[in-house]
């Protein structure tokens, strides 16, 4: 494990590290990120080295999922999920209705790796390659991952056990003869809970019905699919609020059973079984789920729910939840040749705690580096009188936080980044007005949005970042735990302050409480710290640490939340260092800031 701040050069490190050995030992590395722009950094970072090594060209590809690099607008038209993407992709396939597909399907890769392929390539400028040629980027990049010596992709390529070894075969590797890459480790522990939780909602049902009457599957399926969807239907009548409600599984699995005349479960794997062979998209994955909740309905390691969305339409679904993050990373780590972890705020004795990675004779080893930024051009504050504790949320609290972003905008030269703990509260400041303060002082704002794809939001910020080197400068808006406050770099000026606005704590749901409840169970009545505040703290870190990327840059931190003090000992090392606890004073921000960047 490698612990440095952010700005530190861990990518840089990892990959002259890595790859002398990658060659001698004929390996592949695979670098797990989360975000688009993280994974830019990698090739580009890559591209570097390989400019340096003229003796060999490094294949080096990033991969992102099929919504991402696909360029048939059919498909784009509907912005669907992954899942209903991935089933429209099949269907173009399989009519041969994707002109993109056909093409591809006429590429000689190996032409292209011979005669064009001599640097490595991000997404954006393979997806640029193909659209030149109408070639399907998705399909034509993954026709080169075998031969690539390195692949920069997402988690979600290698957390779920199923999609790795689709993954796996897709590279020609076996996980041992992998070295893999843990870009920012601290959002792993989420993301396998992610991963190996699944859902079914009811729109989804419907679309299985529809499969089942177009291909005309006997009656008992649809007697099936209908009392899922009725009995979702009645449980929308039933709860008025959006949020999480708790399921028996073996209750609801006894309702089916009456319905479907089941006698024993036998009796239901094999009419799931049925169901499955009829290789239907839509229909197996219905299948698959009831045979995985078969499967996990006993055990401690899952919660089963409902979860109820209210918006402006509303959508329920039935979910099982893994709570055990272990179960998904721990093969990952002890079956590839060598896994090397990277974060720049992560607290290693937490991560081992939860991952227990540093056991005896795993060959653990960890290197924290020291801080290289100048203590001397950073300024930190916690600002005492303000916080978002919900029975505090109310207009005159949003109003005073507001005051309080006025001062640090004001006083500062150009550019500020605002965090919030959620979007309740970045859409509350927004209600409260933060557009025009930001235009009173002549800035321009920008703001994260929850809906928005990475493609689009990649395209936002760099709008920001564009705007950032204007004169008048620019706000950015967005949430801890988002995309652009973790994994994105906002170095020189294009951050010169950054706020955080509340201690973001997950909002409590039977969820989280399900997963509190477990770890408690696990790890000696740590639940709370581990799967409530450690995380929160996190994502505080990741937001703060923003605006210090680079050793000589110049920063300002304010939590506004008098909480933040009394969790001084989870924030990073070199804020802590330096953080002031200042009164609820008017005025008082803005003068120490103007001394500051005088
Ligand atoms: S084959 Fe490629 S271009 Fe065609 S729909 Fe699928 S992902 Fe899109």
Known sequence: MLVAPSGAGKTIIALSALLPISYERDLKIIYLCRTHSQSARVIKELKKINKASPEVDILGVSLRGRNEMCINSDLLRGDLPPLNAMMMCQRLRSDQSCPYYARFLNVHIEDFLNLEFNEPMEAQEIIKYCKDRNYCPYYFTRALLAQAKIVVCNFQWMINAEVRSRFLSLLQRDLSKCILVVDECHNIVDLSIRANSTKLDYSFIGSCIGQMRTEKLRKKYFTFALFLRNHLSQKKKEFSESGSYDINPQELLKEIYDEMNFKTQEDFIKFLKSLEAHKLDRVTILARFWLDWLSKFRSDKYFFCYYMKKEKHTNISIEIIALEPREGILPLFHQSYSCLNLSGTVNPHI??????????????????????????????????????????????????????????????PANVGIFCASYNIMNALYRNGINKIVEKHGKTLFYENASMSASKNAVALKSFKNFAKSKSGAVLLGVCGGRNSEGEDFPGDLMNAVIIVGLPYESITNRLNARIEYYNKIFKNQGWLLAYLYPAMQRANQAAGRPIRRERDKGVIIFLDFRFKHQLKWMSEWIQEKVRVVPDKPNLISNDLKAFWK
């Open 351 to 412: 991560y081992n705690k939860i991952l227990g990675v540093n056991k005896k004779d795993t060959g653990y080893k960890e290197i924290i580096a020291t801080s290289p930024f100048k203590r001397e051009n950073i300024k930190t504050l916690i600002v005492r009188g303000v916080t978002t504790k919900i029975e505090r949320r109310n207009t005159p609290m949003y109003q005073k936080i507001l005051r309080k972003i006025e001062e640090v905008i004001s006083s500062t």
